[in-house]
């Protein structure tokens, strides 16, 4: 979380001067000296294409775009994926922190279509990019928002606030867009929706953080129902139209009407869990470290005590308990000396094992290595990585299981990349 937004909370607000008013959004001030570097960003009932020439009204534009956008960044806050948004305010308005916006657009595509076709003559549409491609465009209507090269921004020496966007920022931006699309996609392909492309916008707080900011609402992608173009959902639709017409524009908006009302799903996914077994209570400690990285993730786990060798018939019932639920589960067996736990549960379940031996000075870890055959079982000898492989097999078939490792992983990098740009 920025530093911008430790002391805020969300509150009664009064909105104070307009600060800048786009084509479709106005940014407005908040009439409070606590506010804490906050904005409000107000959506308009305003449609828009071809760098403004054409451009009308659609009632409940603002609605359904702030709808839209408040529900992706609650899904990309929940993965902890770095943003300014800070909370929904009204129908037509969020709070988010202030940014000196950096005029870039950052383009991820997954499959080739529109502008890049005309680009790169020879590509057929369809052609599906595995790395994900990238693209830079300078936000210039008279220039009609050129591409540009990473090399050009370097040589433009663009500025955000105090911050001069240099390679690292750059790179930046690069991650941040492309685990925003992955984690998108994942979401939006629970609901047999495929995210083609997708354009965001990056800013700098008053503390110098590079945040995803503006919006992400339907004009921000390509949105395919089943895969299939001819059922696109979002702005695109609005372009191709030869000719605007009252029955036309009344088919848009209820394309943005149907994203605004699918974005709330996207928050939702089956329920999964983590049994933590240990042997003993005595394992306890070990195991809320367990905990505390599933809690990271929001997995939802229980801790239950029982012994392979002491009692094996009271094991063997847990096992069976769970073995009788639809809900996606894995156990995470901990049990230190003699810790054949593991073993013993994976060889009377169906469901992953993963050990977690607690190392002490009476320990041995080759009753979790040493397996007879026909058992699966693995072993991580470190709790968060105990953690991190039983959410990856839960990841396989939830979604917001996927985007919580996907964002662990963009921070992990972020991380690193800070503590590099700040020992040079």
Aim: proline content about 3%; aromatic content about 8%.
């Amino acid at each position: 979380m920025s530093s911008d937004t430790d002391t805020c909370a969300k509150k009664e607000i009064k909105i104070g001067r307009k600060i800048i008013e786009g084509k479709t959004k106005v940014v407005f001030a908040i009439d409070d000296p606590t506010s804490c570097n906050l904005v409000v960003l107000r959506s308009k009932d305003a449609i828009t294409a071809f760098d403004g020439q054409r451009a009308h009204e659609m009632s409940f534009k603002g609605k359904y775009s702030t709808a839209t956008t408040c529900g992706v960044f609650d899904l990309l806050q929940y993965c902890d994926v770095p943003t300014h948004y800070r909370y929904h305010y009204d129908e037509n308005s969020f709070v988010a922190i202030f940014c000196n916006m950096i005029p870039l657009e950052v383009v991820v595509r997954r499959i080739a279509t529109g502008s890049f076709l005309k680009r790169h003559q020879g590509v057929k549409e369809g052609y599906r990019f595995s790395p994900l491609k990238l693209e830079f465009f300078y936000k210039d209507d008279a220039q009609h928002d050129p591409l540009v090269s990473i090399e050009q921004i370097l040589h433009m020496k663009l500025t955000a606030g105090k911050v001069v966007i240099g390679k690292d920022e750059i790179d930046i931006m690069s991650k941040v867009a492309l685990a925003t699309f992955e984690i998108l996609e994942r979401a939006w392909s629970t609901l047999n929706c495929n995210l083609i492309d997708l354009k965001v916008e990056f800013g700098v707080s008053a503390s110098g953080t590079l945040l995803l900011a503006d919006v992400i609402d339907n004009d921000s992608w390509r949105l395919w129902p089943s895969g299939d173009k001819r059922l696109q959902k979002d702005k695109q639709a609005y372009r191709d139209l030869k000719q605007v017409t009252d029955q036309a524009m009344e088919e848009i908006r209820g394309n943005y009407a149907w994203v605004a009302k699918k974005i709330d799903q996207l928050m939702k996914s089956p329920s999964c869990k983590v049994m933590i077994i240990m042997g003993s209570e005595s394992d306890r400690e070990h195991c809320m470290k367990i905990a505390t990285t599933l809690r990271e993730m929001h997995i939802d786990y229980q801790l239950r005590v029982s012994s392979a060798h002491k009692s094996t018939e009271e094991l063997l019932s847990i096992l069976a308990s769970y073995e009788s639920t639809e809900i996606p589960t894995v156990f995470i067996a901990v049990a230190g000396r003699s810790n054949g736990l593991g073993p013993v549960m994976a060889g009377n379940t169906t469901i992953p094992v993963i050990n977690c031996p607690p190392i002490g000075h009476h320990d041995d870890i080759w009753s979790s290595l040493t397996l007879p055959s026909g058992l699966g079982c693995c072993t991580s000898l470190n709790t968060d990585g105990a953690a991190l492989m039983a959410g990856q097999i839960l990841a396989i078939s939830n979604h917001l299981v996927w985007g919580c490792i996907r964002g662990r992983r963009l921070k992990r990098w972020l991380h690193i990349k800070k503590a590099d740009t700040n020992s040079i």
